[in-house]
């Protein structure tokens, strides 16, 4: 028989022990902390020119390209599960891009479109946007190029136009993705002239010129043409924590709803500060490097491929974040559901 502890051992070994709230299912999930649910996910899928297209992504196991019919049956689908957010990527046909991505602001692209037809057939879903120029232009990066550089005010202009287009195409969360300075008010400015007062905008806040990126851009095409080039002049650098405080108060200021941190999982520090110092709804981006990571190791049968999805997400949960953009947010919302969560 176990002496009893002596009053000065209580709360130490051996009356405190942490492995007894971990003994049984019943009680592991009692005393959970953080939940992952369906109302966390917001879904992005890329979209492609035509009818009744799948097309895949190589560097993106699982992950199709559709075109805008399809694209119909999966908002249905993730309004089934109740995935309350879609984001829209369009893979635009490198015959419609330029220098200067006009496409980008042309009414009937493909991303409006799928906006618009998305919305007409499955209205409660949420609807966001990117705004940036790198789907449309042809050197790939998310802004106008002047003698070699990505001029910011110039490109401020250009992307006020492209939120006004996604608006009126019906898009609910506008998403600048691009990283120049002084865009979200100027949107903001923009979207209330265009009378879209109730028009959300997420801004990709702290946003790092992260190679976790590399398939999005197979993904969208915008690989090709950004070749050996890269978006440091404006993205931030992955060395920085203060900073990304400094762009998200910047933001918020200018009338940002929701702010965004990207990529996730290796910057799960930058969303906790980012949760702790504003208290603001706060989105991370599990992105494409990542959905790839995670898969290529399932996929040698290194990870267990379930176990990892949902452990990575619970993880920007405990950091404090309010919503994942994940690739597998339908998948995952399924699993939610038919576990009954
Ligand atoms: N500005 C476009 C944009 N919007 C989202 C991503 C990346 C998303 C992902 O990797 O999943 C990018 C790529 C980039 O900035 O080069
Ligand atoms: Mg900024």
């Known amino acids: 028989m176990t002496q009893p502890a002596p009053v000065s051992a209580v709360g130490q070994f051996p009356t405190t022990r942490m492995r007894r709230l971990r003994q049984s299912d019943w009680s592991r999930r009692l005393v959970a902390e953080n939940h992952l649910t369906v109302d966390d996910l917001i879904w992005p899928i ?41 984001a829209l990527f369009p893979a635009t046909d490198p015959a419609k891009k330029s220098a200067d991505g006009e ?5 009937n692209n493909l991303v409006c479109q799928a906006v618009r037809a998305v919305k007409a057939a499955v209205p409660q879903i949420g609807i966001l946007c990117d705004v940036a120029l790198d789907p449309y232009t042809t050197h790939g990066q998310d802004g106008l190029v002047r003698n070699g550089y990505v001029v910011n005010d110039e490109t401020v202009e250009m992307l006020c136009k492209q939120a006004v287009v996604q608006a009126q195409a019906g898009c609910d969360i506008i998403a600048p993705s691009d990283m120049m300075d002084g865009r979200v008010g100027r949107i903001r400015v923009a979207l209330d002239a265009a009378g879209f007062e109730s028009v959300q905008i ?46 998200v108060q910047l933001d918020l200021a200018e009338g940002a709803d929701l702010v965004m941190v990207k990529p996730g999982m290796p910057y799960l520090d930058i969303v906790r500060r980012v949760k ?28 267990d ?21 994940t690739y597998f947010a339908l998948e995952v919302a399924r699993k939610l559901r038919s576990a009954g969560k």
């Open 46 to 86: 890329f979209l492609v020119d035509g009818d009744n297209r799948r097309v895949p992504i190589a560097s993106m196991p699982g992950v199709e390209r559709y075109s805008v019919d399809v694209a119909v049956e999966m908002a249905r689908h993730a309004a089934e599960v109740g995935i309350p957010v879609l």
């Open 103 to 107: 496409e980008a602001i042309n009414a």
């Open 202 to 247: 997420l801004s990709y806040a702290a946003k790092y010129a992260s190679a976790f990126y590399g398939p999005f851009r197979d993904a969208v095409g915008s690989a090709n043409s950004l070749g050996t080039g890269d978006k440091r002049t404006y993205q931030m650098n992955p060395a920085n924590t203060n900073e990304a405080l400094r762009e």
């Open 276 to 303: 702790d110092t504003f208290a603001v709804p706060t989105v991370v981006y599990q992105v494409s490097g990542e959905y790839a990571m995670l898969l290529a190791a399932a996929q040698q049968g290194w990870l």
């Open 305 to 325: 491929r379930d176990k990892v999805i949902f452990e990575s997400l619970l993880a920007f949960k405990r950091a404090g974040a309010d919503a994942i953009l």
